[in-house]
């Protein structure tokens, strides 16, 4: 029931973009994004929900498509401080838990 | 600095040893999540906590006992673990189990099992 996390790993320079997919092979209630460095505890971002619209924090933003059952983040302009594993967590349609993908490091280069 | 306190943030123990770790939020959460995390992996459920009562139990080993004794506070009481133990241990709170919140993490205590 893990979703699927992709890429597993990306490198950018200061200013690109990025985009990191999360897919369930099951239906979606809703998709959690968190950011967690090195050593530190994992930081919320933003929830879709099945049927939401799509979410923004100021240069993040994610979307969810219920046909895909699929979540990408979108990382706009990236800065230094963007660095980090990027999981997400999915709640089934029918679950009770969170489960979370195995992680996309995300690693910015000035 | 979160808004969820665990402790201690470090633990060294042997494998006889009895040990608890703490976890406190005052943001009124009614679910209270503990989570084991071994390194350059994702967080694995291994209890939840609804209204103070054990809501999921993720086939733990019964050497990891959970205890809820009241909505702020959430214990983990370790005993005889294995050196596979060794982990970073985090506690995480959200408003209820309805996963439609998000989950508001600790800064995690970091087992190690000699």
């Known amino acids: 029931q893990q979703p699927v996390q992709s890429p597993q790993a990306v490198i950018l320079r200061e200013g690109e973009d990025a985009v990191i997919n999360c897919s369930s092979s099951k239906a979606l209630y809703s998709v959690h994004w968190y950011r967690q460095k090195h050593g530190e505890a994992p930081v919320f971002l933003m929830i879709l929900l099945k049927g939401g619209e799509q979410k923004g924090h100021e240069k993040i933003s994610a979307s969810f498509n219920e046909k895909k059952q699929q979540s990408s983040l979108y990382l706009t302009a990236s800065q230094l401080s963007y660095s980090g594993t990027y999981f997400c967590g999915a709640a089934l349609e029918y679950g009770n838990k969170l489960v979370f993908g195995a992680g996309t490091i995300l690693r910015v280069k000035s | 600095d979160t808004e969820v306190t665990q402790t201690p943030k470090h633990l060294v123990m042997g494998m006889t040893n009895k040990k608890s770790l703490k976890c406190e939020q005052h943001m009124g959460h009614r679910a209270m999540y503990w989570y084991k995390q071994k390194a350059k992996k994702p967080p694995e459920l291994m209890f939840v906590y609804s209204y103070e009562k054990l809501s999921i139990n993720e086939s733990v080993p019964s050497r990891f006992s959970p205890e809820c004794p009241n909505s702020s506070l959430l214990n983990l009481h370790l005993h005889a673990l294995q050196p596979e133990d060794s982990a970073l241990y985090l506690c995480?709170?959200?408003?209820?189990?309805?996963?439609?919140?998000?989950?508001?993490f600790g800064d995690g205590t970091r087992l190690s099992i000699l």
């Open positions: 995480a709170s959200s408003q209820d189990r309805q996963y439609n919140q998000p989950q508001h």
